[in-house]
């Protein structure tokens, strides 16, 4: 894999900046790295190693949050989470990489501008809806380590507390990522030394960007923020379209 300074000083510089968001908001590290990181490098690889700093991001938040997170909401979704996984694996392995690319750019997008008009309702939907949360959101996180929107919306329209919504999320995610890595496993993607190296260098800036985006005051409110991260998935997920189409 031929990788210049540069890319690797962007690769850099967007872990950084994912794992910030995910230090304010709970979420969205993946949404952010991996449509960036796939201008440059696999998906099979970039999907792989953000798999691994997400799994070592939610145990460092986890320690501080597993007494808030809803336990009950959890498990109604990890039997379909774990279903949509393995499905989700075995597409990664089989299907093109410009297939995959369209298919995450247009996901990115719609994500994009559900965050930019703020479509969030606020009514408390039945645990039916755990079914396809979960399996959706299971084969997006496989497929391209970003399912975290499916998980987001189900769990929106079940708790109110954002405190509690956000344990929630890095309790999800714990036990979501163990079981990734499992499958990738037995799938043959952590084979590659350069990821195995990769991983180990990214460390260091995920708990950097945890330690701000839990730290820091930026000065922006919640909705700034909001069109801060919608206008990066609208850039990023629109500029994969045009590659995957080119």
């Known amino acids: ?14 872990v950084l900046c994912a794992y910030f968001i995910r230090g304010v908001s709970g979420f969205g590290s993946g949404l952010v790295a991996v449509p960036l990181l796939a201008h440059f490098l696999p998906l ?40 949509g996984t393995i499905a989700g694996t075995t597409l990664l392995v089989n299907v093109s990489r410009s297939s995959l690319l369209l ?15 703020n479509l969030h309702g606020s ?25 975290g929107p499916p998980y987001v919306i189900y769990l929106n329209h079940r708790i109110e507390q954002p405190s509690e919504l956000r344990a929630t999320f890095t309790g999800l995610f714990f036990f979501e990522g163990l079981w990734r890595i499992v499958t990738f496993i037995f799938a043959g993607l952590f084979h590659d030394l350069a990821l195995i190296a990769a991983t180990l260098a990214a460390l260091p800036l995920v708990f950097l960007g945890l330690m701000l985006g839990n730290h820091v005051h930026v000065g922006l409110t919640g909705v700034q ?10 850039v990023s997920g629109g500029s994969l379209v045009w590659q995957a189409l080119g």
């Open 103 to 117: 298919v995450l750019g247009t996901l990115v997008v719609i994500f994009g501008l559900r965050y930019w008009f």
């Open 123 to 147: 009514r408390v939907i039945r645990r039916i809806w755990a079914v396809p949360a979960g399996l959706i959101g299971g084969t997006i996180s496989a497929l391209f380590g970003t399912g």
């Open 225 to 234: 923020m909001q069109r801060i991260i919608a206008t990066l998935l609208l």
């Open 44 to 83: 099979t690889f970039v999907v792989p190693l953000i798999l691994i700093t997400d799994f070592a991001a939610s145990v460092a938040l986890g320690i501080h949050v597993r007494r808030s997170a809803r336990w009950d909401e959890i498990g109604p979704l990890l039997p379909f989470v774990f279903v």
């Open 1 to 14: 894999m031929d990788v210049s300074i540069l890319n690797y000083a962007l690769a850099a510089f967007i």
